[in-house]
């Protein structure tokens, strides 16, 4: 009987040892849920990150759009308003240094010198040589305030 009774003891350690202890099994799966919940957690959090990257990229390339759009009526704006108006004294010595004629110093000031340019300037594109910048000599002089060409 002992031998009946030791062979029941190792069949029952074995069975026991097989089955394993339910609440060890319940404990790692309760923490693989933890897990893979902490898991769906952060992958929400990355799309939520993603969708907000998209939003910003979208409202980047928007401004940029606009500032263009903006960049483009200021230059028309300068454009307009440039040939609309008078131009300044500077902007006369500037074209006539840039167009080969001698203003003096590019001072804003119409001194002599000056005169003495926008007079040879007049008498070079067939213009009344009074020394005073009007329309006509304008239209001729402004051509030559943003590039030189003697």
Known sequence: MSRKAVGFLILFFFLISLTGCATGRKQKDLENQGLKNQIS?????????????????????????????????????????????????????????????????IDGRKGKQTRNAIKAFQKANNLKADGKVGKRTWVLLKEYLYKKIK
Request: zero cysteines; glycine letters at 4%; a neutral charge.
């Open 41 to 105: 957690a952060l992958e929400a959090q990355i799309q939520a990150r993603d969708e907000e990257i998209s939003d910003l990229q979208d409202t980047l390339a928007k401004a940029t759009e606009e500032k263009t759009e903006l960049t483009k009526v200021a230059s028309k704006k300068k454009i307009i308003g440039e040939i609309k108006s008078r131009p300044s004294v500077k902007q006369v010595q500037i074209a006539l240094q840039n167009a080969g004629y001698n203003p003096g110093s």
